[in-house]
T-cell receptor
Framework: GAVVSQHPSWVICKSGTSVKIECRSL??????MFWYRQFPKQSLMLMAT?????????EQGVEKDKFLINHASLTLSTLTVTSAHPEDSSFYIC???????????FGAGTRLSVL | DQQVKQNSPSLSVQEGRISILNCDYT??????FLWYKKYPAEGPTFLIS?????DKNEDGRFTVFLNKSAKHLSLHIVPSQPGDSAVYFC???????????FGAGTILRVKS
């Protein structure tokens, strides 16, 4: 099956620092990747759609300068949380659309804790 | 505006019985629907999907039913197993490769 790897799985950082999260499609090429955020006991909220070789499309209310997304290749997208603050603490999950399938496969998620 | 709704926050079922999880949507442009299973602190795992041109799709113990006129879909799990205990999310998209809109999720507990 399609495998999506997300790294790191857990990161703790100090307020004001930046954190980069990587999302890789291991056995397929993904022209589109998606970044979600999940608060405790809530659903997945789409933050942005990442397209290979072009700028990401952000959902309403998501600060593009705070959540930098880069999709440099067909197998890698990165999310950088810049100048992180405690309110950015959350569970971030990426997904990738498999070719010829209208299905998104998800990474295992990254737990971000900002102190 | 919640376009995908899972009105039951939780469901408890006895092992071996049928689990029925429900999902309603409001956007008539949705043409593809998916069910995902999620454990705490993990990413969702794809279970089964259905296109709007079908009204049923079956894969092993999992069957998804779609009623377009009612804008309603359901996931049937039979027989239910303790390992099925997880959060189940319904999701919908309005085009190939387009973003997914998720419901709030339903916690399924299968008792042995």
């Amino acid at each position: 099956g399609a495998v999506v790897s997300q790294h790191p799985s857990w990161v703790i950082c100090k307020s004001g620092t930046s954190v980069k999260i990587e999302c890789r499609s291991l056995d397929f090429q993904a022209t589109t990747m998606f970044w979600y955020r999940q608060f405790p006991k809530q659903s997945l909220m789409l933050m942005a759609t990442s397209n290979e070789g072009s700028k990401a499309t952000y959902e309403q209310g998501v600060e593009k300068d705070k959540f930098l997304i880069n999709h440099a290749s067909l197998t890698l997208s990165t999310l950088t949380v810049t100048s992180a603050h405690p309110e950015d603490s959350s569970f971030y999950i990426c997904s990738a659309g498999a070719e010829a399938k209208n299905i998104q496969y998800f990474g295992a998620g990254t737990r971000l804790s900002v102190l | 505006d919640q376009q995908v709704k899972q009105n039951s926050p939780s469901l408890s079922v006895q092992e071996g019985r049928i689990s029925i999880l429900n999902c309603d949507y409001t956007n008539s442009m949705f043409d593809y629907f998916l069910w995902y299973k999620k454990y705490p602190a993990e990413g969702p795992t794809f279970l089964i999907s259905i296109s709007s041109i079908k009204d049923k799709n079956e894969d092993g113990r999992f069957t998804v039913f779609l009623n377009k006129s009612a804008k309603h879909l359901s996931l049937h799990i039979v027989p239910s197993q303790p390992g099925d205990s997880a959060v189940y999310f319904c999701a919908a998209s309005d085009g190939y490769g387009n973003k997914l809109v998720f419901g709030a999720g339903t916690i399924l507990r299968v008792k042995s």
